[in-house]
């Protein structure tokens, strides 16, 4: 079965220090998708990332950062310089592949990130 | 495109009532996704279909929980009779269903109260 721990629960900055969510994933899978989504107060959820089992490259887009990692089975975000503005939750899933198509997300807990002024 | 349109966003009902959720996914997109978020589960997948049919409904808390995707560009979460635990935000999201998982996009979500 697959599963998705996000062990922090929130998480309080100051505005500009960096701050990393964590996410360990469990499956069983060779094939699976990793995904960030963030939820901001508003409550809608907007997709940041995606990425498949067979691509460990990091990825990097503006102050976002994304740590993936299969030894240790973690696919972490890094915010750099971070903005009142990344208040939110953030969520970490995973899908694994069947059938070659879409499947459901197994979300984490969630992260609730608060960036102080 | 507008995205994924869910309504009502809002809904308040009395528990043993017919309640009806509703989602339009984005054009051209061929899997459709029905999530449930409480404090207490987290972010739930209920059901979801490809190509109007449904794939996995393991999801489904139990029999008063039923979903219909009638054609490409619709679906409906039906909850008959409902209760007080019921309440929750129901998210719809689309995809587009290909070798490559694609990523899912979610719409605003239906906030649920059941009294």
């Known amino acids: 079965a697959q599963k998705v721990t996000q062990a922090q629960t929130e998480i309080s900055v100051v505005e500009k220090e960096d701050v990393t969510l964590d996410c360990v994933y469990e499956t069983r899978d060779t094939t699976y998708y990793l995904f960030w989504y963030k939820q901001p107060p508003s409550g809608e959820l907007v997709f940041l990332i995606r990425r498949n089992s067979f691509d460990e490259q990091n990825e990097i887009s503006g102050r976002y950062s994304w740590n993936f990692q299969k030894s240790t089975s973690s696919f972490n975000f890094t915010i750099t310089a971070s903005q009142v503005v990344d208040s939110a939750v953030y969520f970490c899933a995973l899908s694994e592949k069947s059938g070659g198509g879409a499947d459901g997300l197994t979300f984490g807990k969630g992260t609730h990130l608060i960036i102080q002024p | 495109d507008a995205g994924v349109i869910q309504s009502p966003r809002h809904e308040v009902t009395e528990m043993g009532q017919e309640v009806t959720l509703r989602c339009k996914p984005i054009s051209g997109h061929n899997s459709l996704f029905w999530y449930r978020q409480t404090m207490m589960r987290g972010l739930e997948l209920l059901i979801y279909?490809?190509?109007?049919?449904?794939?996995?409904d393991s999801g489904m808390p139990e029999d008063r929980f039923s979903a219909k995707m009638p054609n490409a560009s619709f679906s409906t979460l039906k909850i008959q009779p409902s209760e007080p635990r019921d309440s929750a935000v129901y998210f719809c999201?689309?995809?587009?269903?290909?070798?490559?998982?694609?990523?899912?996009?979610f719409g605003q979500g239906t906030r649920l109260t059941v009294v």
């Open positions: 999201a689309s995809s587009l269903r290909q070798a490559m998982n694609t990523e899912a996009f």
């Open positions: 279909f490809n190509n109007n049919v449904p794939i996995d």
